[in-house]
C-alpha cells in the first residue's frame, strides 16, 4: 500500500513539473536578396534636383525570433499563461531598428477560464491584426506596415499600408466560444499611465471579430483607437479556399482599411491588399506559388502620397519546419512630400524631402526553420 501511494504522488509531482514546464518555440528565416532602389524628383529642402540609383546584395533575418510560453492549473477551470518572445538578428545589423538583437515581442501574463475567456496583461499585438490571414507574402517582402514618410534613415523605404503595432500595458480578452458558433472575439485597451488630467489622457481600446466557420471561408472586421497610430484604423477582410467547393488549390483573400490620423493630417490613408496562392501537386513534398498586390492611397495620411506593390513567390517545405522561399517583387511610389534619408560615402544621412517617385526591386529568397 505505501508502494502504490508512494507511486501515486510520484505520478503527481511529475504531471505538476509537466504541466509548469515552458515550451520553448523559435523561428530562425534567413534570406539573400539583390535590391535596387531609385529616386527621381525634387528635394522641397533647397529645391535641388534628385537622382539616384543603387544596388547592393543583402543578407537579411527577416523575423527571426526566440520565444518560451506554457501555462499551469490554477483551478479546475482555469490556466494560468505565459509568454515571453523577443526578436533576434540572425544577421547581426543591430543598427537597423527593424532588427535589434532581443527587441520584445508579445510578452504577457494572464489566465485563460472555460467560462470567461482569456485575459493577457502585458506587451500584445493590437488585435486587429487577429484578422490578417490575407498577407502571403515571405522574407524581404513580409513588409506591412512601413508607411511612416518621416525619420526614416533608409535610402528608400518599401512604403505600404499602415498596420498595427505591439501595445505596452495593455489588456485583451478573448471571449470563450458560445454553443459552438463560429465566432472569435478580442477586447483590447491599452492603458496611458502618464499622470495628467483624465481628459488629457490617450488611452486605447480596439475589437475584433472573426468568423470561421471551417468551410474555408472567413470573414473579419476590426477596430482601433489610439494605439498603433493617434487616430483609428479599421479594417476588413474575408478569404476563401476554393479546393473546399471546386477542384482548385487555390486560396484567394482580401483586405481593406481605412487609417484616420484624428487631424493630424489631412487625408485619411486608404490601404487594399489582393493575394492569392495556389498549392502545386507535381512536386515531391508540399509547395506553392502566391501573387500578392497591395496598393496604398495618402500614405501616413499625407495627401498625394500613394505607392502600388507587386509580388510573386514560392514556398518548398523539405520538412514541416524547413521551408525554401524564393520571390520577387517592386514598389513604386508616387509623392508629393516624402521624407526620406541618403547616405553619403561617409556613411552619414542627409535629409531630403522628395517630390517625386520612389521605387524598389528586390529579388531574393531563403531558408526558414521553425522550432
Not at 458558433?181 to 472573426?210: K, V
Not at 479599421?234 to 467547393?245: E, N, P
Not at 531630403?352 to 521605387?359: M, P, S, V, Y
Amino acid at each position: 500500500m505505501k508502494k502504490l501511494l508512494l507511486a501515486t504522488a510520484v505520478a503527481a509531482l511529475s504531471v505538476s513539473a509537466a504541466q509548469a514546464a515552458p515550451t520553448v518555440y523559435g523561428k530562425v528565416f534567413v534570406t539573400t536578396d539583390y535590391v535596387n532602389a531609385e529616386i527621381d524628383g525634387q528635394n522641397m529642402y533647397n529645391n535641388n534636383r534628385i537622382n539616384e540609383d543603387n544596388g547592393s546584395l543583402q543578407v537579411n533575418s527577416k523575423l527571426s525570433r526566440l520565444g518560451f510560453r506554457g501555462s499551469e492549473a490554477l483551478s479546475a477551470n482555469t490556466d494560468v499563461i505565459y509568454q515571453y518572445e523577443v526578436g533576434i538578428n540572425v544577421d547581426g545589423n543591430e543598427g537597423d531598428d527593424d532588427n535589434i538583437a532581443f527587441k520584445s515581442r508579445d510578452t504577457y501574463l494572464g489566465f485563460d477560464n472555460k467560462d470567461y475567456g482569456q485575459f493577457r496583461f502585458g506587451r500584445n499585438y493590437t488585435v486587429i491584426d487577429y484578422i490578417n490571414n490575407v498577407s502571403v507574402n515571405e522574407g524581404y517582402w513580409d513588409n506591412l506596415g512601413s508607411s511612416t514618410l518621416n525619420n526614416n534613415d533608409k535610402f528608400a523605404n518599401v512604403l505600404t499600408p499602415t498596420v498595427g503595432n505591439r501595445i505596452n500595458n495593455s489588456i485583451i480578452w478573448k471571449a470563450p466560444k458560445y454553443n459552438d458558433l463560429p465566432l472569435a472575439l478580442a477586447l483590447m485597451y491599452g492603458a496611458d499611465e502618464d499622470f495628467i488630467s483624465d481628459s488629457g489622457r490617450d488611452a486605447g481600446y480596439g475589437a475584433s471579430l472573426m468568423f470561421d466557420p471551417g468551410t474555408g471561408f472567413t470573414a473579419g472586421i476590426a477596430y482601433e483607437q489610439d494605439m498603433s497610430v493617434s487616430g483609428d484604423i479599421i479594417r476588413g477582410s474575408a478569404t476563401v479556399d476554393l479546393g473546399k467547393y471546386i477542384a482548385a488549390p487555390v486560396k484567394l483573400g482580401v483586405l481593406y482599411q481605412e487609417a484616420d490620423y484624428a487631424g493630424i493630417t489631412t487625408a485619411t490613408e486608404d490601404g487594399l491588399i489582393v493575394s492569392a496562392e495556389m498549392g502545386l501537386s507535381n512536386f515531391a513534398r508540399p509547395a506553392s506559388v502566391y501573387m500578392q498586390y497591395d496598393k496604398t492611397d495618402n500614405l501616413s495620411g499625407l495627401e498625394n502620397n500613394d505607392s502600388n506593390q507587386i509580388v510573386v513567390g514560392g514556398k518548398y517545405a523539405f520538412k514541416k519546419n524547413m521551408i525554401a522561399h524564393a520571390y520577387a517583387g517592386v514598389n513604386s511610389a508616387d509623392l508629393d512630400n516624402g521624407s526620406f534619408g541618403l547616405r553619403d560615402d561617409d556613411g552619414n544621412i542627409n535629409k531630403i524631402k522628395l517630390r517625386g517617385d520612389a521605387d524598389v526591386l528586390a529579388i531574393g529568397g531563403g531558408l526558414e526553420y521553425l522550432f
